[in-house]
């Protein structure tokens, strides 16, 4: 169902709306925590790190379908909130295109280049090989990967969050089932869980596509056009600031994972699994922001910038309920969790992850509260002012990791995070009160 969130109390709004969208993330971290859990479990510490070693390479292309559904989200939130429906299907149907178009081309390019990337990266001889598999085999379904993260963009800027969700649940139970059977029953190892995640993907693509289809029939409106050059234009006004701040963030996450990878394949296990507990929290402050994205891109296209000064407070009060248990959680019992990736609780790769946790975990109110500021600064379209919130971040973590790292080896690269939270979090404070946002 479609939702409307230029009425009724912000707070309320914002929970009815965002819920559901959690609640999805929930799902999606489960699955992607899976994949290392039952690796770690079931086949090796080096097969962990091996799938471990990929991911600073795969969040480069979720960067880039996470910020097309971005760009569609927010032009689409605007338009839906202006009731301009022609355009609402429109964009909705240039972002799918798009996202085909683009899922070809990052297939190509990730084919070729992931064993050279692998190998700059200075990934360790002994897990070379299941790394390269790994990567390969995901690269090949980045088409469903953009499919899947568009149609939620067009959905959540519907005001519809539990269509994704519904979604999500069936694509998360499916990759858990296939990855027992691949891993654990045919004994496929790191190469099982790469395709469990590909066919889950692929299936909830395509059914994503056929609801949203369905979807946009509904909507009245008259004649529209199927691609729009002026809706790609849009699209990527918002999106490619968005892809970029993903990417570079990214791309400093390789940066990370090379300085992580000369401390050796327990540190790079250790890490591997500590970031996937770390990201499961940093995305639900990300879905938080989303949502008061969508909420603040209607109420602009609406006039109503009071509201969404309002929604700011509510993202808030909502981010540090979400924070402080994760904060608990991690720190207090970081230990057990690390222990449930590796055989036997391996005590070098879980002392590694527990000293991780034990250092940023207790900050995640800081970086909460910059991601839902640099909510209302994308949703608004203030993009120099998210981006730049988002670079001053990035670049003191990179850099700071190989400073601190130099004195206090793995422990230093783990210093450098709560630093740089704080930090780009006075940044982008700084930009939200300035007011400017309130111009565009």
């Known amino acids: 169902m479609n939702k409307d969130l230029t009425q009724g109390r912000p707070d309320g709004v914002l929970w009815s709306f965002a819920l559901p969208m959690l609640l999805s993330v929930a799902f999606q971290q489960i699955y992607s925590i899976a994949d290392s859990v039952i690796v770690g479990k079931f086949v090796s510490g080096d097969a962990l790190a091996a799938v471990s070693a990929s991911y600073p390479i795969t969040m480069i292309f979720m960067a880039v379908a996470t910020g097309l559904s971005a760009g569609a989200g927010v032009v689409i939130s605007r338009q839906f909130g202006g009731g301009e429906n022609e355009k609402v299907k429109t964009s909705s149907s240039t972002a799918i295109i798009t996202a085909l178009a683009a899922g070809a081309i990052m297939t190509a390019i990730g084919l070729l280049l992931s064993a050279p990337a692998l190998k700059l990266l200075g990934t360790d001889a002994a897990i070379m090989d299941d790394s390269v598999l790994y990567l390969n085999i995901y690269c090949a379904g980045l088409v469903f990967l953009l499919l899947y993260n568009i149609c939620n963009g067009v959905f959540t800027a519907l005001g519809d969050s539990l269509t994704p969700l519904m979604l999500l649940i069936f694509s998360s139970v499916l990759n858990i089932i296939l990855d027992l059977v691949f891993v654990v029953v045919f004994h496929w190892g790191v190469g099982g869980a790469a395709w469990a995640t590909l066919i889950a993907q692929g299936f909830s693509s395509v059914i994503s596509i056929l609801l949203l289809t369905l979807r946009l029939k509904r909507i009245e409106s008259g004649r529209f056009s199927k691609y729009s ?33 000369s401390f050796g394949v327990d540190v790079i296990a250790g890490y591997g699994a500590a970031i996937k507990l770390n990201t499961f929290a940093v995305t639900c402050f990300t879905t938080v922001s989303n949502a008061v994205s969508s909420f603040t891109a209607q109420n602009m296209g609406a006039k109503h910038v009071d509201r969404v000064v309002q929604g700011m407070r509510a993202g808030i009060r909502m981010m540090i309920i979400i924070a402080l248990p994760f904060t608990v959680l991690l720190t207090a019992f970081g230990g057990p969790m690390m222990g449930l990736f590796v055989k036997g609780g391996d005590a070098a790769i879980v002392e590694v992850g527990r000293k991780m946790l034990m250092i940023i975990a207790p900050f995640y109110v800081f970086v909460g509260t910059k991601i839902v500021t640099d909510g209302i600064l994308r949703g608004s379209g203030a993009i ?25 080896a793995e422990t230093g690269i783990w210093m450098a995070w709560p630093v740089g939270w704080i930090i780009s979090t006075g940044v982008s404070f700084a930009f939200y009160k300035s007011g400017k946002w309130k111009e565009y």
Request: glycine share 4%; charged share 10%; proline share 2%.
């Open 229 to 261: 050059a002026v809706a790609l234009k849009n699209i990527l006004k918002i999106g490619v600031p968005s892809i970029l701040q993903s990417s570079f963030v990214s791309v400093g996450n390789l940066f990370i994972q090379a300085r992580v990878n």
């Open 384 to 408: 120099y002012a998210f981006t730049t919130s988002t670079f001053v971040d990035l670049i003191l973590r990179v850099a700071l990791c190989y400073i601190f790292s130099a004195f206090w």
